[in-house]
């Protein structure tokens, strides 16, 4: 019985704080020595020969061509155990035929099968606790690889056993325990209901209502009309039992005591059949993951257990008072940060998992795709072109750098986790750092998310556009990708809401500038506007295209723009205030051009910083290091090209030389990159299962693939029933005008 | 019986040479004094209001802010009897149940329904052959009004019945007449083979070849192998009876004589099984378009009778001769530019088609949609934040600017085309102006395709990502037209090919730029270069805000951009030649920063222009001129702002003044615009039954059409038939585990 494990660990601690099984995870934790950012080289390093070969083929060419061993980069940038995990997860879902990749499924069966693939793969066990414990990197190791190979089945998956489980542990008490195991046990299905159909970013505006009655020692659950129904809510279209549903408390003196959490019960697990004062619906087709049930929910004065308020944060007695166990909710102000963050950071890890399917594909294609060439010769692969190559190998670039922060990013939200539930901290300055790094996490993620949801989807059409009408085919897993990509614009914090974290936070910074020690943050991505003064007074050094893109220079610019747009935002503020615009509106109409920019030069400042301290940590190995500079020069270049009227209009640069040598220096990387491309693509793709492109396959057949995938599909011989209707149009007329 | 009357028609031209179908048409159409461009003015400024008010609702409150008549714009962009005819279609769709908006159907139903309505259109006979012969703009309008329905089914409708016959017609002869009242008569279904699987932009790689073998009079059309499968031929998947295959004419001396056309048969009409020798499939699932069957075909050996030559260009003898009918085939080279170009100029308009629906569909959903506010005050609609203004207000700019210019292309077109075939120029002046207008036209398109296409795509995403979490659901409408718009960028000439087109000949005119004369072409894009000089020794002259928006202003640095971008790109070829690149190198390294750049500046400067022209064209009516000017200068900066770098790059810039005055310059036009930015969705929105978004109808009433759109599914309260497997886990397990 594959439960048992779980069961046992999970028992241990019925009747006790379950708390106790966090600081269990935590206390396991603490015997690794420390949770490094980065594994340790030297093992890495040595053991660059275990991965198997590719396929001789077609793509050889370029392999040959390649200025490093790609073995290498790749597990620099992926530990071995973590890729190993990987493809033991591909292999397991690849011999099963319930995860044979299918298409042309109606809405309900996509769902039907999403399920239950996703209780498939619960049965597989891939993460015992024991593993979980030993190292945590692997439940978002477990996910990325999922999200490969199936994004509906994934988020279901992760919703189902990971989510609902997460929320009940970290906003509950023992008494919701039995939620989690139950969940786990697959014996109710749960899912998470804040979003209202009339307010997402502005939760404040939520408008369902959870009153207490000390006579039936119940909450009345209520939606006053449609505009409050929760929505959106992953799982609760059709095979959710359980919700747990945000509504304003209200005591019975009428006070509102804010958003809180309910276990709500939704259907009888018996029946499946929603309780009497439910309605719940489903929402129908989106853009993509329609495997995944998104549902909407009304209440009429629906009864809740006073118990299933999840009362961590404050509770009800059974006579209606309000009660809160914290007596100094500031305390854990950096850990709660921390929280908020995870979801961002998860979906930077998703992107980060479409986008190195994406690139490959296209530049797989690019490799083997001849078209036209030099008169009276062989055609040539469209990757020798200059314009495709700036179309694609900048995005190459900018999946390894997407790849090298996310594991970083993963790795640091995981220490302050643990620091924070361990409470490692006992000192004052500690507590000070931990609560710093919170919040740099948070302000990154606060940006990184809308980066990378981006610049994915970017990279996906660019992609896709590159591959020429091919990659319109299903197939080709491109348009998949995109518009499943699609969706991390806007939820967990639409990105142009969620980005005025970053630049509100950088601009509380500025205005305390004159402190000492004020841009001191554990993860240094603001350290350097403590020298604002003297960087806004320097200027654009590079007189040639080699300098243009070096890593100083590319640093350097980076800063300035961040600091003269501190500045300048700053600068509109005080004149918008100071004509006597209120802080809303001074706030909204310092967006554009602005803050909105400052957000994303800070994130892809620090994307730089990562990548290039990637490189410097592999300094001995000379290919190695020369491939990441190069791949860094570009992201950087590529990057801050798009921001040169700001360093023009800020005087940063002036006169042709500097807009010239960038740009040719862009372009000499894409044709330095081109030889490196194949090797690059195989660093950052999944293996072929999950990759499942017909253009894209790393043995490099293009027009193999194609005709297999072509004629493998049993619908595309077939004569379609209504053969009788194609001709003869006459049969097609109302019977009323023959 | 509603084939009488085509019937008619074109059985009195049986047996005589069909072109004179053609003649008659022309004939016609010159009874119109002339084809006009614009129509009259005062005819339409005159009917204002008989175009019906819009439902009262949550949108009056802009509707009654707004500074100028919707009517009046939308009869200006718009003829009125245009949008009557568009009008009645949809009406007439809306009231069959056969076009009763539907989703969620396997692959195969959506074909079966594409074919069916496309019969069903066709018996519904909106445009008796009498009424294009009256207002040839009739065709272009219905194919706007159905793709603004349904695309699918729009585009099986044109290959069935406008472009298989169309073909014949082009490229044939009388002995080919009896196919294209087949194909109008139902009795065959045609389509267009010409791409191959690994050769599509490069088509002097096909390798389809037609070997003429005298003893039977019959050409052997053969595919060596599946890199030479004709593909992605609409209709050929599942539907096609006939196809027109391009193949080399290959004579009995060995004799390749290059791609020519024939007529084959594919399927047996009463059976709807392939012929023998013929391999044809389905190319499955696309991103979009998923009603087309579009499919591949192999040939072995397949026997096509001699007569089945389209033979305009060239024939073969019984014998086995070649022969051509042509003296001099330059004669026509204006007439065939129009022909390329007419695939083209479609596209544009089906651009326009979708960019109309998504930017409206935004617009609506911001100013119903609010979220955050004021401390203590409502919330605002989200159009009032600039932030979103900008977003969206520019794409709402651009598709005014696009469908003004859609229009005017397509009767320029039609001009062109007429001219050509009426022989109207019979002196030496005129037929050089016509084939010079051919060739501006054909120079046009090739970068208006590109351009429109990717602005589309564009604000079609970004329409969808300022409808929220709430846009990425089907019943929105955004996704399905992303999906359906992609493939606009690659398919008739790849767009970053096909701009090619427009630098290149630009390039030839900028070499012969002493010529006097050489900028004189009929449309004026090029006239200003004559003054290139100048042009390129002055500088942006604005100082104030407004200024930098104003029309000269924003046309003077267009006309900078062009010539610098002419002479860069120029002496960027110039420079590679001397090194010793040769023709074929030097031109892909001139694409990139420089020869791309200008093809799309010199489409938005075109476009730039016709608006302004249309501005002018009503400066009476102060408050549409106005709006027009705004609009005109919306789009004008927007666009310029993307250039910005080049022109401080070249000098035409320079310090913080211009970026910063264009900047706020965009700003301010947002700012003012937005009180009229749901007239001017009024403006270019479809009606409700063809824009089908549950986010952005007409009475804005948005929470009650989404409530109305989610319970109106037939699935969304229903329980899944797998119930029993949605809990309780262990049944998925396989029975081995448990």
């Known amino acids: 019985m594959l439960l048992t494990p779980f069961r046992i660990i999970l028992r241990s601690f ?102 239950k693939r996703m209780y498939r793969v619960r049965a597989m066990n891939f993460l015992p606790l024991e593993d979980i414990l030993e190292d945590p990197r692997l439940p978002l190791t477990m996910m990325i690889a999922l999200f490969q190979y199936e994004p509906s089945m994934t988020v279901k998956y992760s919703l189902t056993f990971s989510m609902f489980g997460n929320v009940v542990l970290g906003l509950g008490s023992e008494r919701h325990f039995h939620y989690y195991e139950e969940a786990l046990e697959g014996k109710i299905l749960g899912c998470f209901a804040l979003t209202e159909i009339s307010h997402g970013s502005n939760a404040k505006g939520m408008r369902t209502i959870a009153k207490y009655d000390p006579a039936t020692q ?44 309910f276990v709500t019960k939704i259907r009888d697990p018996e029946t499946m059949l929603p309780y009497e004062g439910v309605t719940v619906g489903d929402m129908g087709h989106k853009g993509g993951l329609n495997g995944i ?24 007695t059974p006579e209606g008072e309000y009660v809160t166990p914290f007596k100094d909710p500031n305390k854990r102000i950096g850990a709660n940060f921390a929280a908020l963050s995870a979801g961002r950071v998860g979906i930077v890890s998703i992107c980060l998992a479409y ?40 995005y190459l670039a900018a999946a390894v750098v997407l790849k090298n922060f996310g594991e970083f990013f993963s790795a640091a939200l995981a220490e302050t986790s643990k620091a924070a539930i361990l409470n490692l901290h006992q000192d004052d300055t500690s507590k000070e750092q931990a609560a710093k790094l919170g919040i740099e996490i948070h302000t990154l993620s606060s940006s990184a998310k809308p980066v990378a949801a981006w610049i994915t989807n970017l990279a ?15 197939i080709a897993g491109l348009c998949d990708l995109r518009e499943d990509t699609d969706v991390n614009a806007t939820y967990e914090g639409d990105n142009n809401v969620l980005i005025q974290q970053t630049s509100n936070w950088l601009l509380q910074l500025w205005s305390k500038r004159k402190t000492p020690g004020v841009f001191d943050f554990p993860l240094g991505s603001v350290t350097f506007i403590a020298d604002a003064d003297k960087i806004l007074n320097s200027k654009f050094t590079a007189t040639s295209v080699k300098e243009a893109v070096s890593p100083k220079v590319l640093q350097d610019a980076f800063q300035w723009l961040i600091c003269h747009l501190l500045k300048s935002t700053a600068a509109k503020i005080e004149t918008l205030s100071k004509k006597g615009f209120d802080s809303f509106s001074v706030k909204n109409h310092s967006q554009v051009y602005l803050a909105r920019t400052l957000s994303l030069v800070y994130c892809e400042h620090f994307l730089l910083k990562k990548i290039l301290e990637r490189a410097e940590s592999v300094k001995a190995d000379e290919k190695l290091y020369k491939i990441l500079l190069k791949v860094s020069s ?53 293996c072929d299962f999950a990759l499942n492109s017909a253009l894209g396959m790393s043995d490099g057949e293009l027009y193999k693939n194609f005709q297999k995938a072509l004629c493998e599909s049993p619908d595309t011989f077939t004569r379609p029933s209504w053969w009788r209707q194609v001709t003869f149009w006459e049969a097609a007329l109302p019977a009323s005008k023959l």
């Open 634 to 686: 570009l992201y950087g270049a590529w990057s801050l090209e798009k921001h040169l009227v700001t360093m023009y209009q800020g005087g940063y640069v002036s006169g042709a030389l500097p807009a010239t040598i960038l740009r040719d220096g862009i372009l000499d990387l894409c044709s330095e990159l081109k030889d490196d491309a194949v090797s690059l693509a195989d660093v950052i793709a999944p």
């Open 355 to 394: 986008m190195t399917k994406a690139v490959p594909i296209a530049v797989r294609y690019a490799a083997t795709r001849r078209q036209f060439g030099p008169e009276n010769k062989e055609e040539l692969p469209i990757l020798e072109y200059p314009l495709h190559q700036w179309r694609l190998i900048p």
């Open 460 to 474: 996906i059409q660019e992609s896709r556009e590159a591959c020429g009408g091919h990659g319109y085919l299903k």
């Open 14 to 115: 019925a009747g006790s704080r379950f708390s106790a099984l966090s600081s269990l995870w935590c206390r396991k934790q603490n015997k690794l020595s420390t949770l490094n950012f980065y594994s340790d080289q030297t093992t890495m390093l040595a053991v660059d020969h275990t991965l198997n070969d590719f396929p001789p083929g077609p793509l050889d060419v370029y392999r040959k061509k390649a200025s490093f061993d790609w073995r290498k980069l790749k597990l620099l940038l992926e530990d071995e155990k973590l890729w190993r995990f990987k493809v033991k997860i591909w292999q397991a879902l690849e011999s099963d035929p319930i995860f044979r990749h299918v298409d042309d499924l109606p809405l309900d069966a996509q769902r039907e099968l999403a399920t």
């Open 293 to 316: 049930d998104n549902g909407f929910v009304l209440f009429d004065n629906y009864p809740v257990d006073r118990e299933d308020l999840l009362n961590k944060t404050g509770d009800v």
């Open 218 to 261: 119940k909450f009345l659950l209520h939606s006053p009309d449609f505009e409050a129904a929760k929505c959106w809510v992953g799982n609760l279209g059709k095979t959710a039992t359980h919700a747990i549903v945000y509504a304003k408390l209200i005591t019975p003196d009428g006070k509102d005591h804010g958003l809180h959490a």
